[in-house]
């Protein structure tokens, strides 16, 4: 399974931004998602989650304003990211598990290959 993701941005401070990725394998029961980033030299940090039953989790730093969603099918998933700060510089992964094997103990098994989203004046 491969995770495709949209191609992030360079954008000003207070500005919104929408990242996408798609899951290139159909699965029946679809994904459950999350979008994690990491800062270079930082450890990666998930900002977004979204559970089998469609709930959704949010770190504190982006609580309020970046808002994780899926489609019907629960094959792509969607970043709605809002008031971006210069502190959300980071490449932007999205990672998923098939929805059956949602919250595996190995974590998740398929990963984007990031993208950069630089927020500055």
């Known amino acids: 399974v491969q995770l495709v993701e949209s191609t992030g941005g360079s954008v000003q401070p207070g500005d919104s931004l929408r990242l996408s990725c798609a899951a290139s394998v159909y699965d029946k029961n679809g994904y459950c998602w999350a979008w994690f980033r990491q800062i270079e030299g930082k450890e990666r940090e998930r900002v977004a989650r979204?559970?089998?039953?469609?709930?959704?989790l949010y770190s504190a730093s982006v609580q309020g304003r970046f808002s994780i969603a899926q489609d019907n099918s629960k094959m792509i998933t969607f970043l709605q990211m809002n008031d971006l700060k210069p502190d959300d510089t980071a490449k932007y992964y999205c990672?998923?598990?098939?929805?059956?094997?949602?919250?595996?103990?190995?974590?998740?098994?398929?990963w984007g290959q990031g993208t950069q989203v630089i927020v500055s004046t």
């Open positions: 979204i559970g089998a039953d469609g709930s959704t």
């Open positions: 990672a998923a598990n098939p929805l059956l094997d949602c919250y595996s103990s190995r974590g998740f098994a398929h």
